[in-house]
């Protein structure tokens, strides 16, 4: 896991390694002050010793201007290294999971991969940066002034080797029972962000149906979860800093009674008024170090659940990968079906697509039928890899989609899904998604093929008007007419429309088609559709039942061979023959 996250380092590994180096050098300093000022208060103000008062004096100044020196520079490194860290750590994530397919990403929702890029990566670099630090700082700390310690009077420093372990157990016990209490709250933290997600995309229908109570209600439900939680695991770290003071106040006074009656006793042979005060700054610097590592453990177990989600991410391998030698042209548009399953679990019981078998000339409109759940969006998912076959083989241009380049393929695919989606910018920027590199003449000219070329004149800042994020400030119609023009704008071999004219009104939906058949004559259409009159005209229209393929041909042959779509058309136009 750690070392999965550590990849992110890179080009901030420098910081990273001096950060401890120059904690280290701030270490040393501070477990030598101490020493220093014992010196100072034996040699020189017990004494009366000018000379060794001004000679420790500056050495004493000194030192704390070096260890002041060397504390700032590693607070400023290490802030590099953690924001270093911290950035890559999102930029690693964020290509990752532009890397998943449908599949990879079906396993995670979206409100858990915003919380995981965001409230996790937080954690995780908060605690990387502590480690870096007060990892190496508090177990140098802790040994160096014990060693210290130690040279001056065993028997005192023995109290330090009786509390050490207690405390750590203790604190160890508390972290213990705290890390499932954070495990769990991440989760709730993946349910809250998808409450949110919910009620924003879907503000209109909620206010549609009045239903703000109860979003309100869910949301404050799900709130005070995350308060239950929270409360309950900073109640168990509570116990830490109580625990701390009574065991550093007992070292200093066990230190103080223990060193004021050797000093006492022994008439200052074994034991000097100096030694007694740096061994209790050493009792105050050997128990912060095991703070420090408290704190340490406390982040640790914050952040490990955080660690541990981002890991999952970046361990994800993608169902769905270039092949060694790929295949980098899509000689044509023709499309080939072969005995074709599809299912989007592995271990489903039942496909979504069975043994399907069609072949689609190159050029050739085919319109798809089919009820809600028949499989159509599944089956033309499948031709730009968005899904891989589960059984079966599909060809595009005469060859198997998995020998080509998914980039290759997928830029002969332009798809206008059912789930139409803009993004905040202008027309010109949502349109240039299709070609960054088109020109304003290539932009006008397929929104002419798309219908959409009026609507946009009629914006007092035409192309240049801004769209808001989800394209809220247009109609739905609207929406998906620019959505058709993106797709045009790739120039495909494969252009597949998804249920995308539905918004549309009929005279529009027909003045589409009627462009495409006379402006893209070479590219391969396919249009899924709920209206007969969408796919009336196609050269060959496919019925789809149940994930099977029930019947194809004309719109004439299937009224006379099909009874589904006799059903559907029937249906549809009932009203207008009355």
């Not at 610097?285 to 981002?310: N, P």
């Not at 060694?324 to 023709?334: A, L, Q, R, T, Y």
């Not at 679990?345 to 759940?373: H, R, Y």
């Not at 893209?520 to 050269?539: E, G, L």
Request: proline share 2%.
């Amino acid at each position: 896991m750690f070392k999965t996250l550590l990849k992110s380092v890179r080009e901030y590994k420098k910081y990273a390694i001096m950060t401890p180096l120059l904690v280290m050098c701030e270490t040393i300093l501070e477990v030598v002050i101490p020493y220093l000022m014992a010196k100072l208060i034996d040699e020189g103000v017990y004494e009366g010793n000018m000379s060794n008062i001004y000679k420790f004096g500056i050495m004493l100044i000194c030192g704390a201007l070096l260890s002041l020196f060397f504390g700032v520079m590693s607070a400023i490194i290490d802030s590099k290294a953690g924001s270093g860290f911290g950035k890559n750590l999102r930029k690693d994530l964020y290509y990752k999971v532009q890397t998943y397919s449908f599949s990879n990403i079906d396993k995670f929702s979206a409100s858990s991969l915003i919380t995981r890029l965001t409230t996790d990566v937080s954690w995780v670099t908060m605690a990387f940066q502590m480690a870096i630090r007060n990892a190496v700082r508090a177990p140098f700390m802790l040994l160096s002034a014990l060693v210290m310690a130690f040279t001056i009077n065993k028997k005192i420093s023995l109290i330090f080797l009786l509390l050490i372990p207690i405390l750590a157990a203790l604190l160890g016990l508390i972290s213990s029972k705290a890390h499932p209490v954070f495990k769990k709250l991440f989760t709730k933290y993946d349910d809250l962000n998808n409450i949110v997600e919910e009620n924003t995309n879907g503000i209109r229908v909620v206010k549609s149906f009045v239903l703000e109570d109860e979003e309100i209600k869910k949301f404050e439900d799900k709130s005070q979860e995350i308060y239950n939680l929270f409360s309950k695991a900073t109640r168990i770290l509570a116990f830490n800093n109580p625990v701390m003071e009574f065991t550093m106040y007992s070292a200093m006074i066990g230190i103080s009674w223990v060193g004021a009656k050797i000093i006492v006793n022994s008439n200052m042979t074994e034991l000097t008024t100096g030694q007694l005060a740096s061994l209790i700054t050493y009792s105050t610097q050997i128990l912060s170090a095991i703070m420090f590592i408290t704190m340490m453990i406390v982040m640790g177990t914050m952040a490990l659940a955080s660690a541990q989600r981002l890991t999952e991410l970046l361990k994800e391998e993608t169902d769905i990968k270039n092949p060694e030698n790929p295949i980098e042209k899509v000689d044509d548009g023709s499309i080939e079906f072969k005995n074709v399953s599809f299912s989007y679990a592995k271990d489903a019981t039942s496909k979504v697509l069975n043994n399907v078998n069609l072949k689609i000339d190159s050029g050739s409109t085919i319109g798809i039928i089919g009820g809600t759940g028949s499989g159509k969006s599944s089956l033309v998912n499948l031709i730009p890899r968005l899904y891989d076959v589960t059984e079966g083989e599909l060809l595009v241009g005469g060859k198997n989609v998995k020998d080509y380049d998914l980039e290759v393929l997928r830029d002969s695919v332009s798809c206008v899904l059912q789930k139409n989606e803009l993004f905040s910018g202008s027309i010109k920027d949502n349109i240039r998604w299709g070609n960054e590199n088109a020109s304003d003449e290539e932009i006008v000219e397929v929104c002419k093929l798309a219908q959409a070329d009026k609507f946009i004149e009629s914006f007092p800042d035409k192309y240049d008007t801004h769209i808001e994020q989800g394209g809220t400030n247009v109609s739905g119609g609207q929406k998906q007419r620019l959505c058709i023009a993106r797709a045009l704008l790739k120039k495909p071999k494969i252009l597949i429309l998804d249920d995308s004219t539905s918004a549309v009104d009929t005279k529009t939906d027909q003045l589409i088609r009627d462009a495409f058949k006379n402006k893209i004559p070479n590219t391969t259409k396919i249009i899924i559709a709920q209206r007969i009159a969408s796919v009336q005209d196609s050269d060959k229209i496919v019925v789809l039942d149940d994930g099977k393929i029930n019947g194809i041909g004309t719109h004439d042959e299937l009224m006379q061979t099909n009874e589904i779509y006799r059903e559907v058309y029937e249906s549809q136009t009932k009203g207008k023959e009355e």
